[in-house]
């Protein structure tokens, strides 16, 4: 009975090894918006984004526009939808924030400003520490937070997501998704935690900021934010190893491993604990589909 359970864990403890040496990054979050030129308009005249992608479904009523501060093929983007006549959308409360990092806050503040930008949190340094930061709300509701820092190759820095048990989602994202925890800071004074997790380094890629506050353990999920995607060099093991994480810490598969009718790539998707989707997507695929 001890051989078979030995030779019953191995397996597992190698499949869990796989999200580690895996080919990872963060390629886009996809959210929903009411009006896509105004938004579009927005992002590349405030924030200084550009139009990369832009197509248009009629047969499923929808369009779409990928943005970003760089070529998908290396930077995170946003990909925002248009349902066709649904001018608004819940976001819910569990949905935190973007951050887009610039040299300077101040002055990206007045160019928002100048164009209609709802600034939420005037620009200056945090409180009991120098990072200057500033709060901008888009013409949807979505809130960005503007960090001021260094030249980055990955302006559009993070996406902040609040969760019921931080402990439980930091080693979901580690164990799933071979995450790093890069830094965990702990504010009792404003009842909150939050965890920096992410592929690399917080100036060097986007990152996920995970919030807890005290004593909340669940959030509405609205129906305007939808997921982030991430890529991999194998959707099946990359699954699998989902799978695995789920029976341990809870969530549930939405999507088995295999390829998007008429379009072939394969893709897997998943809720976390919290219920937070993501999609795991082949990066050759991916990389296909983006030059068509």
């Not at 093929?73 to 935190?96: A, H, M, Q, R, W």
């Not at 260094?150 to 164990?175: A, H, N």
């Not at 939808?226 to 699954?239: E, F, H, L, M």
Request: with cysteine.
């Amino acid at each position: 009975m001890a051989e078979e359970a030995v030779k019953a864990v191995e397996p597992n403890a190698e499949l869990l090894e796989w999200p580690k040496k895996d080919k990872r990054r963060l390629l886009h979050a996809v959210y929903r918006v009411g009006d896509l030129e105004r938004t579009i308009k927005f992002y590349t005249e405030g924030f200084g984004m550009k139009l990369l992608r832009h197509r248009d479904i009629p047969e499923e009523k929808y369009s779409n526009a990928f943005l970003g501060f760089g070529p998908e093929e290396s930077n995170f983007v946003v990909e925002l939808t248009y349902n066709y006549g649904v001018n608004s959308y819940d976001i819910g409360s569990g949905f935190g924030h973007f951050a887009i990092a610039t040299e300077d806050v101040y002055k990206l503040v007045e160019k928002l400003r100048a164009i209609g930008g709802n600034i939420t949190r005037e620009p200056g340094p945090v409180k009991g520490g120098a990072s200057v930061i500033a709060f901008v709300k888009d013409p949807d509701g979505y809130t960005f937070e503007l960090i001021q820092r260094g030249p980055t190759p990955e302006p559009l820095c993070q996406v902040m997501l609040r969760v019921g048990d931080l402990d439980r989602s930091i080693k979901f994202y580690e164990k799933a998704l071979g995450m790093k925890l890069l830094r965990k800071i702990d504010r009792p004074e404003q009842k909150y935690t939050l965890a920096m997790i992410g592929y690399d380094d917080e100036d060097k890629t986007t990152v996920l900021e995970l919030t807890y506050n005290y004593g909340v353990t669940e959030y509405t999920k609205g129906n305007a934010y939808a997921q982030v995607a991430i890529c991999t060099d194998d959707v099946y093991k990359s699954g699998e190893v989902v799978n695995l994480v789920i029976q341990e810490l809870g969530g549930k598969i939405t999507r088995q491993p295999g390829p998007i009718p008429g379009i072939n790539t394969k893709i897997t998707s998943f809720l976390d604990p919290d219920g937070w989707k993501t999609v795991l997507v082949d990066n050759e695929d991916f990389l296909k589909e983006l030059h068509g």
